[in-house]
């Protein structure tokens, strides 16, 4: 809307992870259509990142992927998505997580999401001191870090 202003914070790519034992792991690059045949752990489906890659599969007229978990504890994802021999979709900074030593990235080249985040305001209207205080300390925080 042009009355909005986007002010773009942090930005990330979404892989294809799976654990260090998987089959997949260190084959590559891999077709989406080879993804189907492993089970998948990932956040509800009311989520972004489940949405995101169902729409993926969709526009390369596949059928989504069977999802054989579903979590909101990234924990408990990670370890499923190991001991399942499982694929989880999320952002390249969850492999920063202690939990996911081990996890590894997919070679998927059909696969290229990216998800960006920021804030949005009214152009021209007044903020609050406070409400500037916490936009520039979240601005501070994202500045300089390649992602988030």
Known sequence: AP??????????????????????AGVGPLTMSELLAFPWVMPPASTRAQQRLNALFAAADLPPPRIAVETE???FLLSMVAALDA????VS????????????????PEIGAKRAAGLITRRGSWLSPPASTVIEALKRQCAG???N
């Open 3 to 24: 009355d909005l202003a986007l002010s773009t914070l942090t930005s990330d790519r979404l892989h294809v992870f799976c654990g260090a034992s998987h089959p997949l």
């Open 73 to 75: 504890s990234m924990a």
């Open 87 to 90: 694929l989880t979709f999320s």
């Open 93 to 108: 900074s969850m492999a920063r997580l202690i939990e996911a030593e081990g996890m590894v990235v997919l070679d998927v």
């Open 145 to 147: 870090r390649e992602r």
